[in-house]
């Protein structure tokens, strides 16, 4: 973008109370991150300020996680969107050329609408105004226009009948040029209905000042503020339907797309097969040529390439499988490292581990990773075979190429290449089921 410096200021300051939950508003996730997470993530290359509400520490803990540089400003007292924007004033008088406005309840704006908002600015424009036609527009501000101008917005609680006719209404998302900005916002007062200071009376003031404002169209989804659970609800699905989209444009079989629930952040590589009916929570990487079958549940882990991952596996965070391994029905990995070519197949837990190139860990295999107070490790050797139903009592080590025996409770470090069998030895009584059977049939007991 043609060398224009521009600082974003993220209102962020709202309560929520439609979302009916004690979490702040822009606190709520779609596709994993945070709706605030996703407007920073939108806004990435430019300086940032986020204007918060008083004792909103999580907000501002949320913000520096996707925007550590980020400017943080409170506005103690809820007066409307240029007082919020105001409350940013310090940063904007570090004199961006662009200054954006962004509400941080919506989610779905693209940093192209944010770029083309921008320039609008670069041709001249004072003050840039997504509009957007919404079906309902009830409670939007409208969009006077004469032409390409701009020439004012209404809030609705103040436009006479002929102006709440208006189709085009305000997204909410505003430009200024930098040089102007702080002399609009300053001018900005608060005669309405609301007694608010309205960041859209900038409009009208900036052509007062002779200068240019217009409104650029997108559609609802972009602009579209969340203020309750359904609509959060309804965003989720567009959001899904994003991410599906961008994953097969990218290479990636997806059986049953709408089955297959993305986070914002996951990564798929060339070839991955994504069976139906998986889930993906933050942070999941996936190489190329790996598949991941159905009903499987990953977040915070990646997998190799050409590894097979499920059906029916959990990855949890810290889980990192090499190349080609496979990992099976019913198995739960977290903070373990599989090496290449390991394979747990059946019913396991692996936790707070490492498996070794090669190692084989049989059905029903447990690291008994914490004690009731604290974790500990197990560190399995490559080539070692694990046994079924075994116990690995941690903190253990399974040497290369150890063998442990079917159904061991294994408490001791087992030595490279040593066969471990960690279970009482098998007593047989030879006859004693027949006899139980005779008893029985003659109704006595046996003795
Ligand atoms: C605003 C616009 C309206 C537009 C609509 C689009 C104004 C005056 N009106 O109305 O033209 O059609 O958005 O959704 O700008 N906020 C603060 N501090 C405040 C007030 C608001 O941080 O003192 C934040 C809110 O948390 C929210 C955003 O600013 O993220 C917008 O405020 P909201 O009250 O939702 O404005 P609307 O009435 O929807
Ligand atoms: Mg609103």
């Given at each position: 973008m043609s060398g224009r410096t521009c600082l974003t200021i993220v209102l962020?300051?709202?309560?929520?109370?439609?979302?009916?939950?004690?979490?702040?508003?822009?606190l709520h996730e779609v596709a994993g991150r945070s709706l605030l997470g996703h407007v920073l993530t939108a806004a990435a290359n430019t300086s940032i300020a986020v204007v918060v509400g008083p004792a909103h520490d999580d907000v501002s803990a949320d913000a520096r996680v996707y925007a550590p540089q980020a400017q943080i400003f409170v506005?103690?007292?809820?007066?409307g969107t240029a007082h919020a924007v105001l409350s940013a004033k310090a940063a904007i008088k570090q004199g961006a050329d662009d200054i954006l406005v962004i509400f941080?309840?919506?989610?779905?704006?693209r940093p192209q609408t944010l770029e083309t908002l921008r320039a609008a600015l670069g041709d001249g424009a004072a003050v840039a105004v997504l509009g957007f036609r919404p079906a309902d527009p009830t409670g939007y501000g409208r969009l006077v226009t004469v032409g390409n101008e701009l020439m004012a917005i209404v809030e609705h609680a103040d436009a006479t009948e002929k102006e709440r006719a208006i189709p085009l209404c305000n997204g909410g998302l505003m430009a200024f040029d930098g040089k102007v900005a702080l002399q609009i916002l300053e001018r900005i007062g608060n005669d309405n209905r609301k007694g608010e200071f309205y960041l859209t009376d900038a409009v009208k003031i900036a052509r007062d000042m002779k200068r240019k404002a217009v409104a650029l169209e997108v559609t609802e989804d972009e602009v579209s503020g969340i203020n309750t659970k359904a609509q959060l609800a309804a965003t989720e699905a567009i959001m899904q339907q994003r991410l599906r989209q961008a994953a097969l444009e990218a290479?990636?079989?997806?059986?049953?797309?709408?089955t297959v629930h993305l986070a914002a952040d996951t990564k798929l590589g060339k070839d991955v097969t994504i069976e139906p009916y998986v889930v993906f929570g933050p942070g999941v990487t996936v190489d190329d040529g790996a598949t991941i079958r159905s009903f499987s549940h990953l977040a915070g882990a990646h997998v190799g390439p050409n590894a097979i991952v499920g059906p029916y596996a959990r990855l949890r965070p810290g889980a990192k499988l090499e190349e080609s391994v496979h990992i099976g029905n019913f198995v739960e990995v977290k903070e373990a490292t599989i090496e290449a070519g390991a394979k747990a197949n059946h019913l396991s837990y692996i936790g707070d581990a490492r498996v070794g190139a090669g190692a084989n860990i049989g059905a029903g295999t447990i690291t008994c990773n914490y004690d009731g107070a604290a974790k500990h490790r197990t560190d399995i050797g490559k080539g070692a075979f694990i046994g079924s139903n075994s116990a690995l009592v941690a903190p253990v080590k399974i040497g290369d190429g150890a063998y442990v025996g079917s159904g061991s409770v294994i408490t001791n470090d087992v030595p490279a290449d040593a066969l471990a069998i960690g279970r009482g030895r098998q007593t047989v009584k030879e006859g004693w089921a027949k006899r139980l059977r005779e008893l029985k049939s003659l109704g006595k007991k046996m003795g």
């Open positions: 962020a300051a709202g309560e929520g109370t439609r979302m009916r939950s004690s979490w702040p508003k822009v506005q103690a007292e809820r007066r941080g309840d919506t989610p779905l704006i290479g990636v079989t997806l059986v049953a797309p709408e």
